[in-house]
């Protein structure tokens, strides 16, 4: 599924909002805030919305449905009885809404705990006895054509398989270990090297023991962590239900939820610097960021089991073993300055308490990144990677955004005296409007950037005031279908002022709305914190006039990837707002590069490129496969499946030892950062690596070398 988090504006805030005031009692319990939220949220979406949709029986019947897929996708626990009974409010959660009527909401959280005891003892009954994985069963695959089980006999015999697929996976896995293995061995005797592999092979009923083993823990596990969710977590599933049938942007985040969205678009979070892992019931320290708390203590290492956390020093220590990471990384997080005592098992068994103080840790993967290319023609050429458009709106001044880091490594590459730049938007869901505005000011002129409607028809055109571009040589932009929202609108710009070349996907994921967070205790005569909604409030469009909504952005140069066999994109949502067109904004264009020799140099090359058809070729297999609707569980008929896909897909192992041949070259700060900072000197080479099997940049290479420099 993908993140809905696109296109975000927290700056645009309309002044009708302050008239709304809801009034409640303070709430004495979970239930009635929960209630007070139901109404809030309803209100919220009727009065606020950017096309409001009229809260009816035809509503109701759109939430019932997408709740119900939200919350048990697969049809694995709710029997048909139960669904049977549900389907008696189907009509009824317009009306819910409306009032604050918690009691489906209720009915079908209660419902599926009480599957879930059920089905914890039901796998461990199956898995208490012998298996046969010699029976002629199929397990369905695809939702669409399964039916929920009749009674408890269909449940069992539906979990029964389930359980088989994963016992069968885990052999197979285990096949596949024991074949690499193998390679590794023959490699040694072949490079006449001291042998220190032992390869011993398992016998097929000792892979399926080891495997039936494996399978029983991770199935306790599931189930021990599905029960240790509070019921009132899944609320936040039931109010979405309501909010993404206005469009699938609309969504109301629990307090929880926004903190961890702020965190993650700000690019930064107040705690010690460590990430937790969860693994059988324990907890552990991760990967630790360098410069943050935990790291410079030298008393916290990656691989500690985190026994107790003690928020505050005068506290008490909160045991958190068999916790959910989420709650015990609520206990770590906590206000800059203040300390927090971990008590952990070292690797040596020893316990060890750790007091460290929180600061701000940057999370340095959602921030701007760039290196230096040398071409087989001799130029260099800049490369930008920009995974969000984030921006720090509460702290304007002194936080990071995606402006100021993509002008700083335009700089940085400015001295490495480049040739070009090559803007990497791909999988960049989108942020800050008006970062898009700034950036844009970095490569042209003043002028418009793009039109945002209201739900009143009025129009606003926002535009680069700054006449002061700091880079105006040969711009190429590469996106794909997970370029959304704030990259379509850059794109569009680009596109419409002949300012670069977009290079990538057919076309871009198709988002054109804006959506800014509403918080609904602002309505309320309370102080307490009820969440917020993410609401659609404006629709976007280019400054020719054109929305981006459902169609995207059209590469110029285009290359099919991954995604374009697959349903990426705002056209496949069943609730996303229709596209629709409005007058131009006034404008000037560049002159036009020489599309038509680029893109005839462009195809030429392609045609003969052995390594893109192949990669193309793979996509459309992967799809293919991703659209099987059953699977044999007979273990020769599954191993047999499997072995086949294995030997079609050893035709697409060149694309794993890929080079493009590109030469990179980083700038001489980041040189000297590699030099002191092991975990950067990690992270760069990774990326490097990586840079070095993109086939995509290879061409955008190619195409940036044929423009006129």
């Not at 809801?22 to 979970?30: A, K, L, M, V």
């Not at 002194?398 to 590459?413: C, F, H, M, Q």
């Not at 730049?421 to 970062?435: A, C, P, Q």
């Amino acid at each position: 599924m993908i993140k809905k988090f696109f296109g975000v504006n927290k700056l645009l805030l309309m002044s009708s909002l302050g008239t709304l005031i809801f009034c409640f009692n303070s709430p004495q319990n979970d239930d009635e805030k929960m209630q007070t939220t139901m109404v809030s949220v309803g209100n919220t979406l009727s009065y606020l919305s950017y096309s409001p949709k009229p809260i009816n029986d035809a509503y109701s019947q759109d939430v019932y449905k997408k709740y119900l897929e939200n919350i048990d996708p697969m049809k694995r626990y709710f029997l048909q009885s139960d669904i049977n009974e549900f389907s008696k409010s189907e009509k009824k959660l317009d009306d819910y809404l409306k009032a604050g009527d918690i009691s489906f909401y209720k009915l079908t959280t209660d419902r599926l705990y009480q599957r879930v005891d059920q089905i914890d003892k039901i796998t461990q009954d199956i898995l208490s006895k012998p298996i046969n994985l010699n029976e002629d069963e199929e397990l369905i695959l695809e939702p669409k054509i399964k039916k929920n089980p009749a009674n408890d006999k269909e449940l069992y015999s539906e979990w029964k398989k389930y359980i088989k697929y994963n016992i069968l996976q885990e052999m197979q896995s285990l096949t596949d270990k024991e074949e690499a293995q193998k390679k590794k061995k023959d490699s040694v005797i072949a490079h006449k090297l001291p042998d220190t592999i032992k390869y011993v092979p398992l016998t097929m009923e000792q892979k399926k023991a080891k495997a039936i083993s494996e399978v029983k823990d991770l199935t306790q596990d599931v189930f021990r962590r599905f029960k240790k969710r509070k019921k009132k977590d899944w609320f936040s599933i039931y109010m979405n239900a309501y909010t993404e049938v206005f469009d699938p942007h609309t969504n109301y985040f629990s307090p929880k939820d926004k903190e961890d969205f702020d965190s993650g678009f700000s690019g930064k979070i107040i705690g010690i610097g460590a990430q937790i892992a969860e693994k059988r019931g324990k907890l552990f320290i991760g990967p630790l960021v360098v410069g943050a708390p935990a790291w410079k203590s030298k008393l916290v290492n990656e691989g500690d089991e985190v026994l107790k956390v003690k928020s505050l020093p005068k506290e008490e220590a909160v045991n958190v073993v068999g916790m959910l990471v989420d709650e015990a990384v609520r206990l770590i997080r906590g206000a800059k300055g203040t300390e927090v005592t971990l008590t952990l098992k070292k690797k040596d068994g020893s316990i060890r308490e750790v007091k460290l103080i929180r600061e701000e840790v940057e999370i340095e993967d959602t921030f701007a990144k760039s290196i230096a290319i040398t071409a087989s023609n001799g130029k260099k050429y800049g490369f930008i990677y920009l995974p969000s458009f984030n921006a720090d709106f509460e702290d304007p001044k002194g936080g990071r955004n995606a402006s100021d880091d993509v002008k700083n490594e335009i700089l940085k590459l400015k001295s490495q005296n480049i040739d070009g730049i090559i803007l990497d938007l791909r999988n960049n869901g989108g942020g800050s409007l008006t970062e898009v505005v700034d950036i844009m000011g970095l490569f042209m002129n003043n002028g418009p950037v793009v039109q945002v409607k209201n739900g009143d028809g009025k129009i606003e055109v926002l535009k680069n005031k700054t006449n002061n571009p700091i880079w105006t040589g040969p711009l190429v932009l590469m996106q794909n279908e997970l370029s959304a929202s704030a990259s379509e609108i850059l794109a569009g710009a680009i596109k419409d002022y002949n300012r670069g070349i977009i290079i990538g996907a057919p076309h871009s994921f198709g988002k054109g709305t804006v959506q800014t967070f509403v918080p609904l205790n602002r309505f309320l005569s309370t102080e307490d914190d009820y969440g917020s909604i993410k609401l659609t409030i404006q629709k976007f469009y280019r400054i020719s006039g054109k929305s981006t909504q459902l169609l995207g952005v059209k590469s110029d140069i285009v290359m099919d990837d991954y995604f374009t066999y697959d349903e990426i994109g705002e056209k496949y949502d069943d609730y996303a707002l229709p596209w629709d067109q409005i007058k131009a904004a006034g404008y000037k264009t560049l002159e036009e590069p020489d599309y038509a020799n680029i893109i005839l140099k462009h195809q030429e090359r392609i045609k003969t490129n052995k390594n893109y058809q192949l990669l193309v070729e793979s996509a459309k297999w992967r799809q293919n496969l991703a659209k099987e609707e059953k699977i044999s569980l007979k273990q020769d008929q599954f191993f047999d499946t499997m072995k086949k896909r294995k030997e079609y897909i050893k035709k697409f192992d060149v694309l794993t030892k890929f080079n493009n041949g590109l030469n990179f070259i980083q700038h001489p700060s980041e040189v000297e950062r590699v030099k002191k900072d092991e975990v950067f000197a990690t992270k760069s080479k990774n990326w490097i690596k990586n840079l070095k099997r993109d086939l995509y940049l290879q061409e955008a290479v190619e195409v940036i070398s044929d423009m006129k420099h």
